[in-house]
Structure formats: C-alpha cells, structure tokens
C-alpha cells in the first residue's frame, strides 16, 4: 500500500490550503485514511479520518469546522481554512485496514501504512 501526501506549502495566517493523499483505489475501498500531523518538538498527532465504506470521518476538536476531509476514487483530501500558526507542522496520511472490522478507526500507534509528509508552515 502506497500513500503520498502532497500540497503543503507557506501561507499567511487565515489564509488555505488543501493537502492530497494519494493512493490506489483499491485502497479506499477497504482502508481508513487518516491525516497526522507532527509539529516541532511535539509528538505526532492525528486530525482527521475518513472511513472506507460510508466514508463517515471525524476530526480532531482542534480543526473541527475548519478543516474538512474528503475523497475520491484515488486521493483523500484535507481542506484547510482559516489556517492559524499552530498549524504549522509536516502533514502525513496513513491507511488502516477495514476490511474485516469497519469499525477500525484512525490512531497514531495503529495504522498500518504511512506515506511521506508534506510541510505547512503558516506564518506572515
């Protein structure tokens, strides 16, 4: 399974971006996919998941109602607005398998692959 995260960038404070995890489809179809972010000094945390079936996702407290995960056949997506300098951290996704237990949600000790990161700074 191969993931990679790509679209992080520099942005200004309350400004955008929007980060792609790429993948097969196959992968969706039978995997969570989660977006992790780990900022200096500070352990890896994760933000946001979406499931493989129904594609139902949750959200860290943190991002919630500004950040907004989604997914097409081959890529999972994490809207980014409103973008504040604590956000500043290299972004990762990472895929759980589902298939025999849809109920396996996102955790940072659990998945079972990861992809390489993308950076997000946020700063003026």
């Known amino acids: 399974v191969q993931l990679q995260a790509s679209g992080g960038g520099l942005v200004q404070p309350g400004g955008s971006l929007r980060l792609s995890c790429a993948t097969s489809?196959?992968?969706?179809?039978?995997?969570?996919i989660g977006w992790f972010r780990e900022a200096p000094g500070k352990e890896r945390e994760w933000i946001s998941c979406?499931?493989?079936?129904?594609?139902s996702s949750d959200y860290v407290e943190s991002v919630k109602d500004r950040f907004t995960i989604s997914k097409d056949n081959t890529k999972v997506y994490l809207q980014m607005d409103n973008l504040k300098p604590e956000d500043t951290a290299v972004y990762y996704c990472?895929?759980?398998?589902?298939?025999?237990?849809?109920?396996?949600?996102?955790?940072?000790?659990?998945?079972?692959?990861w992809g390489r990161g993308t950076l997000v700074t946020v700063s003026s």
């Open positions: 979406i499931s493989s079936g129904d594609g």
């Open positions: 489809s196959w992968v969706l179809d039978y995997y969570a």
């Open positions: 990472a895929g759980r398998d589902q298939t025999f237990d849809p109920t396996r949600r996102c955790s940072t000790a659990e998945m079972d692959y």
